[in-house]
Nanobody, 123 residues
Framework: QVQLVESGGGLVQAGGSLRLSCTAS????????MAWYRQAPGKQRDLVAL???????DYADSVKGRFTISGDNAKNTVYLQMNSLKPEDTAVYYC?????????????????WGQGTQVTVSS
């Protein structure tokens, strides 16, 4: 069983910074890609940033230059450094792992979501 556990959310003033972490645990052989999504109240869940196992990254236009995604393949962990936060960044942030390969008890490839962590930016 694979689990994604997020941490680092909270309340911050506009212009401040937060760092989110997400660790995937379980009998993981490999993960192709990890990402952060966010969902504000009444809105759809949108991609914020992603990183491949090879280190390639991509960002939503709204966070380019302010957010940085990084990862540690050995720890199956992804980070999201968020700087210059704005009230419109307020949302629940979800970690996502794409094409997670497990071999115990059987070979399986699946995608997983974390439970989410709240980020609130006050004006």
């Amino acid at each position: 069983q694979v689990q994604l556990v997020e941490s680092g959310g909270g309340l911050v003033q506009a212009g401040g910074s937060l760092r989110l972490s997400c660790t995937a645990s379980g009998s993981i052989f490999s993960i192709d890609e990890m990402a952060w999504y966010r969902q504000a109240p009444g809105k759809q869940r949108d991609l914020v940033a992603l990183i491949s196992s090879g280190g390639s990254t991509d960002y939503a236009d709204s966070v380019k230059g302010r957010f940085t995604i990084s990862g540690d393949n050995a720890k199956n962990t992804v980070y999201l450094q968020m700087n210059s936060l704005k009230p419109e960044d307020t949302a629940v942030y979800y970690c996502y792992a794409h094409r997670v390969v497990t071999r115990i008890p059987e070979y399986r490839v699946y995608d997983y979501w974390g439970q989410g962590t709240q980020v609130t930016v006050s004006s």
